[in-house]
């Protein structure tokens, strides 16, 4: 029930954007499920809000260009275009199964929605609460030749699973000799702050899994990546764990397309062009920088080239070396602590690349190595005037 | 049949006009005085039995009649992994490979359940399941690669000794962790399910492991998913060095499978036609009803946990005898064989002459060979190689060009 609570709270907090989205959905045809739970939930949103006092968002999400090269589009929030990658994978893979806690009414943050009426109850289902099990249980599928699509309710309940993860989906290609393998399990997982998810709704543990050789770990950064990527990590050989921005679920509303498509794991996009300093950030902070791109252009004249890292590991080391070469600069910022968080991988990888290009000792923009703080969330995060203030510094070394 | 189980597990309807509980979680009356349910731990759940200690047939009705050739080859798979124990075991104390783990007293649970599944079931194991390989025709070249990692080890020499695995026998490779095979192995169950080809999965733990967090995840996800599963449990009374009354306080391992809706038995586990015709049934079963069942297979670890411990150290000498010569699995099948004229004197000198040969002749081959190729420490990491990985397999290459007379690169594969 607690995070049933989070669920609907996190709809509070978005309401107004994800109201917008709902109401565009509702005579959409394929997504109209969307717009019959609006419905029913919104006047229950709004009695409820106006015993809330919400700190400003800490980012506005600015939409991709609507791509073109995918046929029609449809206008989609992160949440909707996880269903519509979901979708798209059980219509072409017949041995596809969901499943996770609450996944079959379709999940807490609405992710499911429909797919248990269109495709079964035995390919859309709900386990037992037990995140070691649902692991455990997805290996095994995939082991035997189905594609398991795990679901992890919150990323900061994925360390029961732990175990699974790392010692046996991580290692069951390399220490069976390839005799077996898990390649067709990709665990999903809503992850990232979400503005009052104080300690265990809202991190960020990519950090722990990139320390962990044979496993994939991606973050999309708005709808058309998420199902991009994520249908990607779908089809990928080898096991993919795939956090969920839970604040952008509603907040963020693009033009997405219907149909399948992928965008390539372990490869970074260069979202600006920039001369003097390289930006590299993923899942929300990305918004956060972008603003400060512009910040930085405004009130100090300065250039940012702006990196979306998308793939954790194996990350993209070729695309941030050949920018930080250009601009001799790098800041890092991620949400998670700093100590040990994988801006410490990524700064030192490009110091040993880039020594002689290098102007300013690379700067880390990251939470504080404290739990996630319930009230303090607005003073924790590194949000746009952290990273600001940290860009000028690297300008004037 | 288990339609009714299922239904009478299922939530009942909600009927306000009658009174007796409604509570969603459970079906049940309501009682009037205050009674705690007692576990049952003096009078457990029984052992099956089939045979006795002197190979006879206790209740002919429950005696699966297997053919003089099938009950032959089931004693020569449990005398050959004997063997082959014997041999590797005495090969780690001479330093010629790393680590073993012998199967001594649970070569009935090996054979006999193997013998009762199809070839194509899903074996998920621990470690000390080496029988059912065995049991399917895994060449004695391939367990003495993986033992000595050579350059034959379908597992490329990446993990220790005795964590063997077979695609082609279905034999999913053992890894180190505890349980955690037993969630994995209801997920496999349920994609079998869905494949519909009356497939089941077999899944083997030790007494120690069924109290690890994964064991119980395993039992309830194939309960309540409805997955054709067969858990099979060897009890042997030690998790290395940790007796079952310190491992536990209920009824063993069985006791456990009603809680989770689970059919459950408990077996002799030195009897190997108990194991066969439990696993028979349970398997029939599993696959008609997609239902998992739990088999308990009681029995005594008799070597020592593996050959980095002294089991002296923490059981007596006499205790182990017992087992060792009163009630053995492998003898308990020769006096069954005997006393039907199956098996001789001379039949058991020439096969144990023939058998230490075959094992020696493999324990030879396997030694000579070169280990494999440096590569392959690079390589199946991923489904393919990362730059990353080539960049370091390439920094690993130019170091030991660099120092090779540091390493030990001539027992390697070029």
Known sequence: SLTTAMAASARLLFRGAGLKAYTANVNSGAQSSFGTTLLRLSPNCSSQTKTQIKHASHFTYHPDPVPTMYGPTTKMNLFQSVTSALDNTLASDPTAVIFGEDVAFGGVFRCTVGLRDKYGKDRVFNTPLCEQGIVGFGIGAAAAGATAIAEIQFADYIYPAFDQIVNEAAKYRYRSGNLFDCGNLTIRAPWGCVGHGSLYHSQSPEAFFAHCPGIKIVIPRGPVQCKGLLLSCIEDHNPCIFFEPKILYRAAVEQVPTEAYTIPLSQAEVLQEGSDVTLVAWGTQIHVLREVVSMAQEKLGVSCELIDLQTILPWDTETVCKSVAKTGRLLISHEAPVTGGFAAEISSTVQEECFLNLEAPITRVCGYDTPFPHIFEPFYIPDKWKCFEAVKRLISY | ?????????????????????????????????????????????????????????????????????????????????????????????????????????????????????????????????????????????????????????????????????????????????????????????????????????????????????????????????????????????????????????????????????????????????????????????????????????????????????????????????????????????????????????????????????????????????????????????????????????????????QYKDHYPLDAYAK
């Open chain 2, 1 to 401: 049949g288990a339609s009714n189980l299922a239904g009478a597990l299922r939530q009942q309807p909600f009927d306000s006009s009658e009174e007796k509980p409604q509570f969603p979680g459970a079906s049940a009356e309501f009682i009037d005085h205050l009674e705690f349910i007692q576990p049952n731990v003096i009078s457990g759940i029984p052992v099956y039995r089939v045979m006795d200690r002197a190979g006879q047939i206790i209740n002919p009705s429950e005696d699966p009649q297997l053919s003089k050739e099938t009950v032959v080859n089931f004693y020569q798979k449990m005398t050959l992994l004997n063997t082959m124990d014997r041999i590797l075991y005495e090969s780690q104390r001479q330093g010629r490979i790393s680590f073993y783990m012998t199967n001594y007293g649970e070569e009935g649970t090996h054979i006999g359940s193997a013998a009762a599944l199809d070839s194509k079931d899903l074996v998920f194991g621990q470690y000390r399941e080496a029988g059912v390989l065995m049991y399917r025709g895994f060449p004695l070249d391939l367990f003495m690669a993986q033992c000595y990692a050579n350059a034959d080890d379908l597992g490329k020499g990446r993990q220790m000794p005795v964590h063997y695995g077979s695609k082609d026998l279905n034999f999913v490779t053992i890894s180190s962790p505890l349980a955690t095979q037993i969630p994995q192995a209801a997920g496999a169950a349920y994609a079998a399910k869905r494949e519909n080809t009356n497939r089941a999965v077999i899944c083997y733990f030790g007494e120690g492991a069924a109290s690890e967090g994964d064991a119980h995840a395993g039992f309830n996800f194939s309960a309540t998913l409805e997955c054709p599963l067969i858990f099979f449990c060897r009890n042997n009374g030690y998790a290395i060095s940790t007796p079952t009354n310190e491992q536990y306080r209920g009824d063993g391992i069985a006791a456990r499978g009603p809680g989770y809706g689970m059919l459950s038995i408990r077996v002799d586990g030195n009897d190997v036609f108990a194991v066969y015709n439990a696993t028979k049934e349970a398997r029939r079963r599993a696959v008609a009803e997609n239902q998992p069942f739990l088999i308990e297979a009681m029995t005594y670890r008799i070597g020592h946990h593996s050959t980095s411990d002294d089991s002296s150290a923490y059981r007596s000498v006499d205790e182990v005898n017992y087992w060792d010569k009163q009630d053995h699995p492998i003898s308990r099948l020769r006096h069954y064989m005997t006393a039907r004229s199956w098996w001789s004197e001379d039949n058991e000198r020439s096969w144990r002459k023939q058998s230490r040969k075959t094992v020696m002749e493999a324990f030879e081959k396997a030694e000579k060979r070169h280990k494999p190729h440096l590569d392959l420490m690079f390589t199946d990491v991923y489904d393919e190689m990362t730059p990353n990985l080539i960049r370091q397999r390439e920094s690993m290459w130019r170091h030991i060009q």
